[in-house]
């Protein structure tokens, strides 16, 4: 039988508000929408070696849901939690149980904002983190699950 030669399988996940990208405070997070982002990490996947399966979710619910589906169907994951981050030990707990790759990321750096997003529930439960590179980062959050994932 001859050995599957399919590219790995990479959800990159996005929670609360981030389907307004390119609408919602764009000096803080740019002009690009999801949809366009979307498009993005399929062809920046694709250059990769990746098939890249783009999703968002406004509910705690529906974001964990997602992150069960990679957890049975992906081979790494790249998600931006974005408010949940910092609030939903649903969310960490997900992810906690996820035995694949998973890269953190953000569009801007948390850190270096309020007081609030302080609070990082997910930092202990992934493998690796994209902070503050904008749009850029999900190309950069790509580079590092292929390399992750050793293709």
């Not at 990159?12 to 982002?37: A, C, F, H, M, V």
């Not at 070696?49 to 790494?76: P, W």
């Not at 960490?92 to 990082?120: C, G, W, Y």
Request: charged share 20%.
């Amino acid at each position: 039988m001859k050995a599957s030669t399919a590219k790995p399988l990479v959800m990159i996940l996005g929670g609360p508000n981030l389907g307004r990208l390119g609408q919602r405070e764009p000096e803080i997070y740019g002009s690009t929408t999801w949809e366009e982002l979307g498009s993005l990490c399929e062809k920046w996947g694709d250059e990769l070696g990746l098939r890249v399966e783009f999703n968002q979710d406004d509910f705690e619910g529906g974001l964990v849901g997602l992150i069960h589906k990679a957890t049975d169907h992906a081979d790494g994951l790249i998600i931006n939690a974005a408010a949940y981050t910092h609030t939903s030990v649903a969310i960490r707990d997900a992810v906690a149980s996820m035995d694949k790759p998973i890269i953190e990321l953000h569009l801007t750096n948390p850190t270096a904002r309020e007081e609030f997003r302080q609070t990082n529930l997910l930092t202990g439960v992934v493998g690796a983190g994209v902070f503050g590179f904008g749009i850029k980062g999900y190309q950069l959050a790509l580079e590092g699950m292929a390399s992750l994932l050793e293709i």
